[in-house]
């Protein structure tokens, strides 16, 4: 019978399994859009590349913010063995919506950032189409590989 501690290991390993599987990407998602930004056009290379990490570190943080958020508004303890789907759904939506806020608010309001006439832009928030894609692929795939991912380390771990 799993215990307390088996569900623990299993959510800290997932959880670390996801960053550690979203962050790449992430990183590669930031560097391939940065053309739909202005400071493609006006930054030096070393904006550029600070807007990259910068970003990055950001998406870190939404992802595990918005899965732990997840988490505790769907009281899933037992996440990733139990309710793997809703806290998924749920993770990706927080992001989502957290990623329509912030887009909105640096772009808009604070003018912390702008966007480059290529970037396409949704109707109604005027936030940009690819952070949103970027928040509707990439967790779902990653969280989906972090639980495979630690169901093999704790299989592999049980069989030792």
């Known amino acids: 019978m799993p215990t307390c501690d088996d569900a623990d290991s299993g959510q800290k390993k997932t959880s670390l399994a996801y960053l550690s599987l979203l962050v790449p990407p992430n990183l590669a998602w930031e560097a391939g859009q940065l053309p739909l930004y202005t400071v493609w056009l006006t930054g030096t290379?070393?904006?550029?590349?600070?807007?990259?990490?910068?970003?990055?570190?950001?998406?870190?943080?939404?992802?595990?913010?918005?899965?732990g958020l997840a988490i505790l508004a769907?009281?899933?303890?037992?996440?990733?063995?139990?309710?793997?789907?809703a806290v998924l759904l749920a993770t990706t939506?927080?992001?989502?919506?957290?990623?329509?806020?912030?887009?909105?608010?640096?772009?808009?309001?604070?003018?912390?950032?702008?966007?480059?006439?290529?970037m396409p832009r949704l109707p109604l928030t005027g936030?940009?189409?690819?952070?949103?894609l970027q928040w509707l692929v990439l967790p779902p795939i990653r969280l989906f590989a972090a639980q495979r991912m630690a169901r093999q380390t704790t299989d592999f771990g049980a069989s030792s």
């Open 45 to 67: 290379h070393g904006d550029q590349a600070y807007a990259a990490l910068h970003c990055t570190v950001g998406d870190a943080m939404i992802a595990l913010s918005s899965l």
């Open 74 to 85: 769907l009281r899933r303890g037992d996440w990733p063995s139990h309710g793997f789907p």
């Open 93 to 118: 939506a927080i992001g989502v919506a957290y990623t329509l806020f912030s887009e909105w608010l640096n772009v808009e309001w604070r003018g912390a950032w702008t966007y480059a006439v290529a």
């Open 127 to 132: 936030s940009g189409v690819t952070p949103m």
